[in-house]
């Protein structure tokens, strides 16, 4: 069974910090993309940033000299440091893992979310 299972989350003041991680299970972690993605209330769920396999990152541009992906192969673990938050970071983030084999055949899986508010 597919599982990845986000923590981490919860009440934290502007400018304070969170560490959310993504244990994965069921999959060979070091071969997927892994992601986190958020969604606020109303809102259409958007890409936070993504790293590949081998440590390549990509970020919202939201986002960017704030928060920081990163990943242990040996763990199956994903983590995001999400540094100097602000009261628009505050949305559900999900963990993603994305896999396109050969034959172009797409493996994508979520995790249940996680609830990060920034809030005085």
């Known amino acids: 069974q597919v ?3 986000e923590s981490g989350g919860g009440l934290v003041q502007p400018g ?6 993504c ?5 060979i972690f070091s071969i997927y993309t892994m992601g986190w993605y958020r969604q606020a209330p109303g809102k259409q769920r958007e890409l936070v940033a993504t790293i590949t396999g081998s ?6 541009d939201s986002v960017k000299g704030r928060f920081t992906i990163s990943r242990d192969n040996v763990k199956n673990t994903l983590y995001l440091q999400m540094n ?4 628009e970071d505050t949305a559900v983030y999900y963990c993603n893992a994305d896999y396109v084999a ?5 493996y ?4 249940q979310g996680t609830q990060v508010t920034v809030s005085s």
Do not use: E, F, M
């Open 16 to 21: 304070g910090s969170l560490r959310l991680s």
């Open 102 to 106: 050969r034959d172009a055949t797409r």
């Open 55 to 60: 440590g390549t990152t990509n970020y919202a």
């Open 3 to 5: 599982q990845l299972v």
């Open 23 to 27: 244990a994965a299970s069921g999959i």
């Open 84 to 87: 100097s938050l602000k009261p």
């Open 108 to 111: 994508q899986y979520w995790g």
